[in-house]
């Protein structure tokens, strides 16, 4: 066992503590401390799982939200913790790829695994971007393809420079965490990427508001001891190395898992396909990094470590269908979007068809109007009430969240 001593029994309930009185909802700021574990971990633990099938504990993260719901504010903390750690590389915000790849090929570090004595040589760097479609750019496809690459963490990366010379990068490990709203989501991916490639890969964080008001929000004592301990913590955790070995019961919930994984679905939208492709490996890396959180340092997974890194993704998925709502080929995808929503938030069981009209005048001419009403209600989702010498009625019935509204009948 690596003796590290740690001041907290758990690094993600230690950071959940100090950032408590902060108003982003509590999924964003858990993932930041997810991703602050990951980014100290680096490319120096794995788990070899068979041959040629190695995990490592880099995870892309993207906390999806409207404007001000706390992307940025619960990233922050997680990156003033990292930034006190000099070992934790991290990338540019906006950058070229040129430059991104410089900044990589720099990050080389030379590592000895705690229990082999065995050199290490690896590429490892966190990418913090609170703007990630700024970062990503738009339809920028070579980037996209870029970060799919070191998504897979390869031994070697090799690549073209301007001078037309070929070099590589050794030991790539790529952690990645940004926020964005869903229009920029839209506006950003090209439609024939989500539900493959890049989109595959990221773990969508999806919330619509703030946890809670904090007007006033004071620096406390016991907030700037948790951080004192935070910091401590997170060094000792990039001090890990080795391999990952696990116990019997984890290998029996990791079968169950499999299984599950197979058969249950969270979703049924060809734009998660790559998603779920992939949610055993997610699971596999956030099993190491509920590990490190919880100060154990033998290099052991348990079946406790992987039932909770099976709810966190768990958790995560109940809204994560929510990210590509309003995103499609047709010219009336966006628009049925903002639609769902004002109706979803209009709070009346039958809406004028004026009160919508005047909503969207903007946005939305008659024509335009009477297509999205007609397909929601080709759809089942409302059904449109036409009356004579008055107003045309929209009624709910079902919206797609799941859940079916019971009305009265329009008067």
């Given amino acids: 066992m690596q003796k590290l001593n740690r001041k907290l029994p758990s690094w993600i309930d230690g950071f959940m503590l100090y950032t408590e009185n902060s108003e982003p909802p509590i999924l964003f700021r858990k993932w930041a401390a997810i991703s602050a574990i990951a980014s100290a971990l680096m490319r120096k633990v794995r788990v070899e799982w068979a041959t ?3 995990f490592y504990p880099n995870l892309y993260i993207v906390l999806v939200g409207p404007t001000a719901t706390g992307k940025g504010t619960a990233m922050a903390p997680a990156f003033n913790i ?9 990338g540019a915000q906006a950058t070229s790829l040129q430059a991104l790849i410089r900044r990589l090929k720099e990050t080389n570090l030379t590592d000895i695994d705690m229990e082999t004595g065995a050199q290490l040589y690896h590429s490892s760097m966190t ?14 496809r070579e980037l996209m393809a870029t970060l799919c690459d070191w998504y897979d963490c390869k031994n070697k ?7 037309r010379n070929k070099e590589e990068i050794i030991g790539v490990w790529v952690n990645l965490i940004g926020g ?20 595959g890969r990221i773990i969508f964080v999806f919330e619509e508001k703030k946890e809670k008001l904090v007007p006033h929000p004071i620096k406390t004592e016991r907030e700037l001891e948790l951080r004192k301990m935070l910091i401590h913590d997170l060094e000792k955790i990039s001090l890990l190395s080795g391999t990952f070995r696990w116990t019997e019961g984890f290998a029996d919930l990791w079968t169950d898992w499999c299984h599950e994984c197979e058969n249950s679905p969270p979703f049924y939208d060809s ?3 790559g998603y779920l492709g992939r949610r055993r490996p997610h699971v596999m890396k956030l099993a190491m990094i509920v590990s490190a959180s919880h100060g154990q340092h033998d290099l052991i997974l348990s079946s406790d470590d992987l039932t ?17 709502r309003g995103v499609g080929k047709s010219d009336l995808a966006g628009q049925m979007h903002k639609t769902i929503a004002f109706l979803e938030n209009s709070r009346m069981k039958e809406v004028p068809f004026y009160y919508f009209a005047r909503h969207f005048g903007n946005d939305m001419d008659k024509v335009m109007m009477d297509r999205v009403l007609i397909t929601l209600e080709s759809m089942n989702r409302i059904k449109l009430i036409h009356r004579p010498m008055a107003d045309d009625i929209i009624k709910i019935l079902d919206l797609g969240d799941g859940s079916k509204i019971e009305h009265t009948k329009a008067t």
């Fill in 308 to 324: 909770e890194a099976i709810k966190l993704l768990k958790e995560v998925e109940v809204k994560m269908g929510l990210v590509f």
């Fill in 52 to 54: 040629d099938l190695i």
């Fill in 271 to 273: 734009k998660f396909d």
């Fill in 180 to 199: 964005t709203t869903p229009d920029l989501i839209q506006s950003s991916l090209p439609i024939e990427s989500i539900g493959g490639g890049l989109t």
């Fill in 82 to 90: 990292i930034d006190e750690l000099p070992a934790i590389k991290i």
């Fill in 157 to 163: 990366w090799r690549y073209d420079t301007i001078s």
């Fill in 127 to 140: 990418i913090f971007s609170e703007e990630f479609t700024v970062f990503l750019g738009y339809h920028n």
